[in-house]
């Protein structure tokens, strides 16, 4: 039996972990080879799941808790992709709040599932907004704990990527490269843009290669991490917009909700992890996205249609309580729709704090 490259692309929050995955999906399915994907979500209905999928990949999507607490999950739904037609290669994004996914999830599948599956080396990305602060020892709007989590991934990373430089001055990057070789100082470093491509060839080159083995594990305070996930609120909700008399655009609504997510936010201090909005019509969808407090809105995906009604699909994150959270995101939703003149409709609504992480495996050596 054939074994498939197994890729894990981790980082925390509003890195780019999905940009990331579908630049590298392409270039594998240009190189003719067959490439799966599998993302990972708290909650269900991810804005990421299906900005892939209208790109024409095919992915699956574990929901409810982290690969680490779904790791059978995980195993079941990456055989259902190579139900049909194994993949060569299958890129895997966790979630943005998790970390030990070398103990929990890539230790175990290669012990289990070794036949089955080559481990590719665990990239995680740097997300610059954060990595400025937290490196840089300023106040990064997160918690200490939420923090701890952020440098925790940094750690475990065989490749650690810079990522998103196309948004960062020369002076900037080279500060980040600093920060990150002086804080890991033994780890093998990369800044990339997955929006133009740049440092693409060399990281490729990279996952290519086998994970360099650890000698023991991560050493990580399962209290701090739980702490540092209770931190963050998690909302994702799926609404409708509609519109009997006027025509309107799909890329004005999805961008007006997120600058008023935006707004409310900011005024409770509530620092995104990332706000992403993806608006559906007739095959066609808009996408906008808040990645950090310094950041500016962006229409990453525009339709470019008029359209009488919308599916609009809603994922915050944030450093804050998830009821105060759910409230402002429901203020904004009415705000948006009574000064577009669209009657709006939900009909799934979830917010919460991430539970304790209950991996169900944890090696703690490698497996050989």
Known sequence: MATTHF????GFLGAGKTTAIARLARHYTEQGLRVGIVTNDQAFGLVDTHSLRAKGFDVREVPG?????????????????????????????????CTDLVATVLRPLQYLFGDRYALGPLAVLCKPEHGQKILGGHSSGFSPQAAYIFLKQLEEADLLVLNKIDRLSVTQQDELLELLSTRFPS???FATSSVTGAGYPELIEA?????????????LDYDTYTAGEAALGWLNASTKFTSSTNGWSMDTLAVA??????KVLTDAHMEPGHVKVLASAD???SIANWVASEEPVELSVAANLDVSSADVLINVRVHGNPDTLAKLVKQSLETVAN???????????QHFQPGAPEPVHRFATPTG
């Open 65 to 97: 808790a982290c690969f680490c607490c779904k790791f059978e999950e995980l195993v079941e739904t990456a055989a259902q992709l190579g139900a049909e037609h194994q993949p060569d290669i299958l890129l895997t994004e966790p979630v943005g709040s």
């Open 7 to 10: 890729l894990m692309i981790g």
């Open 187 to 189: 780890k093998r470093i």
């Open 283 to 285: 095959s066609a969808m």
């Open 257 to 262: 909700l997120v600058h008023d997510f935006q």
């Open 207 to 219: 996952l290519n290669n086998s994970p360099q083995s650890k000698d023991g594990t991560l050493e």
């Open 339 to 349: 000064q577009q003149q669209l009657d709006l409709q939900i009909s799934n609504w």
